[in-house]
């Protein structure tokens, strides 16, 4: 790999990666290129690759991967879908045509909320905040058609771009469904309508971003008095089977407003929206030119030239369902138990980096540092792949006499009812909520776990064949980044149960406060992509690559063979990145990550071995002033 030597001083990520991007190309069916992305697609191939040969040849002993390979055949038989045509869609449309009132919607609510339709009320069972042992019954908003409330207001330049995208690619799906164009238009602006009276109720990506917010405990008699028009506590009960004595509103503006909404004068607009997000939502089960169309607006929020081939595209939604099979076949084959120690090791070598940090922490109290270390210690650790499938997965069923849609809308009741029957009862601190094929890794608050994939743990961010140095600033640091999680502006909330629970002095947290300030500001408002960084949105996870690369050095420093040069070398590797300029700008309003390029090159100006090893003077355009400089972990 080329590094431009003379250009570290200015610009690390373009000195280690600038020579890259000039030839990198972005492929058509996807918004951007680079270090995870990658992977994804070479994971991709090699899966398809081998569920091609197995196709067919899989014994009896595997009868969870028979059924993958089996819904795997379905999505792929275009022919079958291209005679079907629109027939599956419309037998699920027709019973929301026929509902004249909130009534008849009631009637079929809880039907279609199993079945995965839309509805004006989300509903979800995780770990009470406040109670971690127990499922709790969490109640949202739904999703609005653009990608954040902000591109609703007045003067933004995509917000009429991107609804006249939407109307178009709706236009054509809906006459495909048999509508003529005046209810078509009908259909659209109705639907606009109602998504346009959702917007001053809901939660903006930065109001998201706070978790301790979606904590607002209701009693079933509270909640269900928000609405005169829909009988919410009916439908709770069929969900769940009983009355709980408390929900967690997520969105409590939007739930106040939930019967304004949902006035009589809103009722056409409402069922309008429901066949509307009904289409969309499904209209890439059926024939192929609508699989195409339905993605154009997608496209035009990412910036993707092209639509998947077929049989990626099928590909990905046998592996949308059957993620945890595909996860257990990809771990065992391509990870291994030993790779899976090896890891584990890592992780508990950078756990006790993290400690030892804490334990030396100088503007923390002790009773803050103890707590602290307390938390870490009872920090839950998955990686590769979990121990056992999840016993959902022996309940999924393929009936190939079936179309493919009717397939996925039964098995996708399945799984709801499957998660519905968690509900009030101990949390599962081991079950696995990523496929172990998935190029990721995350934190989860209220179980006070980590996981990392068997998808991430290869080159650039782990191999036998990189130094260590290499090895801690790829893998290394992304480890350190999911346990600084446990300590970030919203971790740093939840005690070692994952219970929402002030275990800070009073001193230290306003302390902490002071830093995660000084950490948003490091990064808004700084240009990028034709937009500005909004410091608030991602302030949780620049707290987390700041410990997380300091503490991966620290590890780094630790051993016999350091390479502070190559550290610093494969952080920037990792986060290289070719990506359109609309999913850029996208992922600037919603997304909880800085851009890969800041984070390459933001994080290590806050680190003092870095300006040693790269002789970083002031004038150099990487050198930031001492006292601007943050950490925190």
Request: proline share 4%.
């Amino acid at each position: 790999m080329a590094i431009n030597e003379a250009l570290i001083k200015d610009d690390l990520y373009e000195a280690v990666n600038g020579d890259w991007i000039k030839t990198a190309k972005i492929p058509d069916d996807k918004p951007a290129t680079g270090g995870f992305n990658d992977l994804v697609d070479e994971i991709d191939k090699q899966l398809m690759g081998d569920f091609d040969e197995l196709d067919g040849k899989i014994d009896a002993q595997t009868p969870l991967l028979q059924e993958f390979l089996k819904y795997y055949r379905l999505a792929r038989d275009f022919d079958r879908r291209d005679q079907e045509q629109t027939a599956p869609l419309k037998k699920l449309v027709a019973p929301i045509e026929q509902m004249n009132s909130y009534a008849d919607f009631q009637q079929h609510w809880s039907e279609w909320l199993l079945a995965g339709l839309p509805s004006p009320l989300g509903f979800d069972i995780d770990a009470d905040m406040k109670n971690a042992q127990i499922n709790a019954l969490f109640i949202a908003a739904p999703n609005l058609i653009l990608p954040d409330k902000t591109y609703y207001a007045d003067g933004n330049p995509q917000a009429d771009t991107l609804l006249k995208i939407f109307s178009s690619m709706m236009t054509k799906l809906l006459n495909a469904m048999g509508y003529d164009d005046a209810k078509t238009k009908q259909l659209i602006d109705d639907t606009l309508t109602f998504d346009r009276l959702l917007v001053p109720h809901v939660k903006s990506a930065e109001e998201s971003a706070d978790y301790s917010k979606m904590y607002n405990p209701q009693t079933f008699d509270e909640f269900t008095a928000h609405s005169q028009q829909l009988d919410l506590g009916a439908v709770i009960q069929e969900l769940v089977g009983a009355k709980p004595e408390k929900l967690i509103v997520m969105e409590p503006k939007f739930v106040d407003a939930f019967d304004e909404v949902m006035s009589d004068d809103h009722f056409a607009a409402f069922k309008s929206w429901m066949i509307v997000k009904t289409v969309y939502g499904l209209s890439s089960y059926l024939t192929d030119d609508l699989r195409v169309i339905s993605g154009e607006y997608s496209r035009a929020l990412s910036g993707s030239k092209a639509p998947k081939k077929q049989k990626k595209f099928a590909y990905y939604l046998a592996m949308g369902m059957f993620g945890q099979v595909v996860g257990d076949y990809y771990g065992r084959k391509y990870f291994g138990e030993t790779a899976k120690a090896d890891v584990r090791g890592m992780v508990e070598k950078m756990i006790s980096v993290y400690q030892n940090r804490l334990a030396n922490n100088t503007w923390l109290s002790k009773a803050t540092r103890d707590k602290a270390i307390v938390k870490l210690n009872k920090l839950g650790i998955q990686v590769g792949y979990p121990d056992k499938i999840d016993p959902l997965y022996a309940k999924l069923h393929v009936d190939e006499s079936q179309t493919l849609l009717d397939n996925a809308i039964n098995m996708t009741r399945v799984m709801t009812e499957d998660m519905f029957g968690k509900w009030n009862q101990p949390v599962d601190r081991d079950r696995w909520e990523m496929s172990a094929a998935t190029v990721n890794a995350y934190y989860h608050p209220f179980k006070n776990i980590i996981v990392f994939p068997a998808a991430i743990l290869q080159a650039p961010f782990y191999s036998l064949k990189q130094g260590s140095s290499q090895n801690y600033g790829g893998i290394g640091a992304v480890i350190a980044h999911e346990i600084s999680h446990a300590f970030d502006n919203n971790g740093s909330l939840f005690d070692e149960y994952g219970n929402l629970n002030n275990w800070w002095t009073d001193e230290d947290y306003a302390q902490f406060k002071q830093l995660s300030q000084k950490m948003i500001d490091e990064f808004d408002g700084i240009e990028f992509a034709d937009q500005k960084v909004n410091g608030k949105l991602t302030v949780s996870e620049n707290i987390a690559d700041g410990g997380g690369l300091s503490c991966a050095l620290e590890a780094a420093k630790s051993e016999d063979d350091v390479d502070i040069r190559g550290f610093f070398i494969n952080w920037a590797t990792i986060w290289r990145m070719k990506a359109t300029t609309q999913y850029m700008q996208l992922l600037l309003s919603i997304d909880v990550h800085a851009p890969a390029k800041l984070r390459a090159n933001v994080q290590v100006q806050n680190l003092a071995d870095f300006y040693s090893e790269f002789n970083i003077k002031p004038g150099d355009k990487m050198y930031m002033d001492p006292d601007k400089r943050v950490n925190i972990w």
